[in-house]
């Protein structure tokens, strides 16, 4: 008859332990939302609140002077019909695949930077990375200048081996890569940074057995360095497409008003500011943007799918 008190008592002790365990869960609990609130209200506020609006502006239509009226579905309709919609969606697709390659360029690059025993790594990293941090701006205006028909440093170099001169972005079959070709060139420093960290944190056991059972560099590479570098390859994959589908700026710059190839490189976003902001079709222009927002949230979708079958996570 003894054991029943005590395995009472036992009970009574559990749960004054449980109580005193879960006091400081609960305020470690309430601490983390306190941490989070100014990031969640900013994002409540400058991208969660404009969401909505947008999305309920895209039902809209604006007038002249202000004020605006529902007009249903019919922005919606007017973006599925049109041209040039479908053209910029096309360019936009476009960039996004050449901003691709990026990626195996970073990885090499930052494979090579990663060797032991070499010198001005810090050098290197911050020359790759200065034109990421470089304005749009500035970018576009040197690049229209290398990219110059008549006296551009690009034909200059080409007319030394024979090749005549031509003009870049102006040519419509032509402008969409070599806009994309900047856009690569651009962003290339960052994806380095990101790779680099990546090798880095890959353990050099691995290597040092591969080496002595007689691999070399190419082999590591491909059996080692890929395989457990794919996590971080598959979240800049994300970050480059959603980059890229966001393209605009740069376009801007480059791409003059009276330019010939100008309705060969427009963008979505592109699109999107003339509608917005030069014709005054600020419902249609919203349909458009939120329409991008759901091809954006599709690709990622399809990215988080398909990364089950090549990500591998140690």
Known sequence: MSVFPATAAAKSAGRRAAASDARPKSRNQKAAYWFIAPLGLGFAVFYFWP?????????????AFGGHTFVGTDNYVRVVKD???????????IYSVI?????????????????RGLRGVSLYRALYFVPFVTLPVAVGLVWNW????DFGLLNEILGWFGVDRHYWVSDPSTAVYAIGTVIVWSTTGYYLI??????????QDYYEAAELDGAGAL??????????????????????????LQTFDLIYIMMAEKNPAIGDTQSIVGLFYKWAFM?????AAA????????????????????????????
């Open 287 to 314: 349909a458009l943007a939120f329409l991008l927002m759901l091809v954006i949230a599709a690709l990622t979708f399809l990215q988080f799918w398909l990364q089950k079958r090549w990500v591998h996570y140690a």
């Open 99 to 115: 901003g691709l390659a990026a990626l195996p360029i970073a990885i090499v690059v930052a494979s090579l930077l990663n060797r």
């Open 83 to 93: 041209v040039t919609v479908w053209q910029a969606l096309g360019n936009t697709l």
């Open 194 to 203: 990101i790779f680099m960290a990546g090798i880095k944190g890959i353990p």
């Open 279 to 283: 014709e005054n079709a600020q419902g």
């Open 51 to 63: 969401l909505l609006q947008t999305f309920y502006f895209s039902f809209t239509e604006f007038g």
């Open 146 to 149: 290398l990219y110059n028909g």
């Open 219 to 244: 082999r590591r590479f491909f059996t080692i360095t890929l395989p457990l570098l794919s996590p971080t390859i598959f979240f800049a994959s994300i970050i480059c497409m959603i980059n890229s």
